[in-house]
C-alpha cells in the first residue's frame, strides 16, 4: 500500500490530567501517515484521484484545536477516526500525536496508534 504522510504537524490544545493542563494550551505534534492506493493520481496527475493532505491537516487541526482530551490517546483515536471517516481514499491511518517537554529529561512523550477500516 502506498502511503501519503505529514510530518510534524504542530497546534496547542488542552490535553492532560493536571489541573493545570486544562487551563493552558500545550503544544502537541501530529505525525500522519495515510495508506492509500497513490497509482491513479501518479498515472493521471490528477488531484482529484489523490487524498488531499492539505484538506487532511486542516481537517486534523480543527480538530485538536477545539479538543480538550485528557489523554493523548483519546485524541490520536479522534484524529484517527475522522480521517478514516472523511476522506474515503484513506485504508488505514497511523497516527502519533507527541507532548514535547511533558516529561523532565525526555524531549517528547506520546502515543502512536494504527486504526484500518476493516478493523
Not at 20 to 37: G, I, P, S
Not at 60 to 80: D, K, Y
Request: with cysteine.
Amino acid at each position: 500500500m502506498d502511503q501519503v504522510f505529514i510530518s510534524q504537524l504542530e497546534t496547542y490544545c488542552i490535553i492532560g490530567i493536571n489541573r493545570w493542563e486544562r487551563e493552558v494550551l500545550q503544544k502537541v505534534c501530529l505525525d500522519l501517515v495515510l495508506e492509500c492506493d497513490c497509482r491513479e493520481a501518479g498515472e493521471k496527475d490528477d488531484v482529484s484521484a489523490a487524498v488531499d493532505y492539505k484538506a487532511v491537516a486542516k481537517e486534523v487541526l480543527q480538530l485538536v484545536e477545539g479538543s480538550g482530551f485528557l489523554l493523548v490517546e483519546a485524541l490520536a483515536e479522534a484524529v484517527a477516526q475522522r480521517i478514516l471517516q472523511n476522506f474515503p481514499r484513506v485504508a488505514a491511518v497511523q497516527v502519533t500525536v507527541s507532548k514535547p517537554g511533558a516529561v523532565r529529561f525526555a524531549r517528547e512523550v506520546g502515543v502512536r496508534i494504527t486504526r484500518s477500516r476493516q478493523a
